[in-house]
Structures are given as C-alpha cells and as structure tokens.
Nanobody, 121 residues
Framework: QVQLVESGGGLVQPGGSLRLSCVASGSIFSITAMGWYRQAPGKQRELVATFTRGGSTNYADSVKGRFTISRDNDKNTVYLQMNSLKPEDTDVYYC???????????????WGQGTQVTVSS
C-alpha cells in the first residue's frame, strides 16, 4: 500500500503564514515527482507548486514570491511554506506524487486527502 498524508492547514489572518507537510509511506521503490495542488468549490483543481522528474520547481504565477516548495528525500516528505497569505488562497490543498511501488514496474499517481487552508480576518 502507498499513502500520502497532508497536515499543517488551518485558519490564518491575511498576511500570515502556514507550512504544509505531506508524507508518503508504504511499499515505495522511488518517487519521481511530488507537489501541491488546490481546489475551490465549483472550480478545477490547479497546480500550486511541484518538483518535476528532473528536480526543478514549478510555481503558479499567483503564488510566486510568496510560496516555497521543499522536500526531504530521506523522509519521503514534501513541504509548502506559504507566506503573505491572501483570502483568495483559501482552498483545500492536496498533495500529489508519482510513485513506483516495490511490486509494480510502472509509476502511478497518488493523491492525499487534502488539508483546509482558510485565510480570513
């Protein structure tokens, strides 16, 4: 089994900060890509920040300069540091990863359950 578990969401005032964490666990052979997405009610899920297969980063224009993605490969963990938060950042944030398991030669895409981020005064 492979699981992704997010944590770190909550309620914060505009201008505040939050740090999200996502831990991948289970029968993992390798993780080739990992990142964060968000989704508001009635809207399509969108990219926030990711690590690509080559290790480079990709950010949505709306979060550049405010959010930073990082990772700890030994712990199979990816983080999202969110600074200068705005009300429009209010969403459910989801972790995603491309993972090859120890029992399958093919990669598969996995999603976490999501963590709520609410920015309000």
């Amino acid at each position: 089994q492979v699981q992704l578990v997010e944590s770190g969401g909550g309620l914060v005032q505009p201008g505040g900060s939050l740090r999200l964490s996502c831990v991948a666990s289970g029968s993992i052979f390798s993780i080739t890509a990992m990142g964060w997405y968000r989704q508001a009610p009635g809207k399509q899920r969108e990219l926030v920040a990711t690590f690509t297969r080559g290790g480079s980063t990709n950010y949505a224009d709306s979060v550049k300069g405010r959010f930073t993605i990082s990772r700890d490969n030994d712990k199979n963990t990816v983080y999202l540091q969110m600074n200068s938060l705005k009300p429009e950042d209010t969403d459910v944030y989801y972790c995603n990863a491309l993972i090859r398991s120890t029992w399958d030669v093919n990669e598969a895409s996995y999603w976490g359950q999501g963590t709520q981020v609410t920015v309000s005064s």
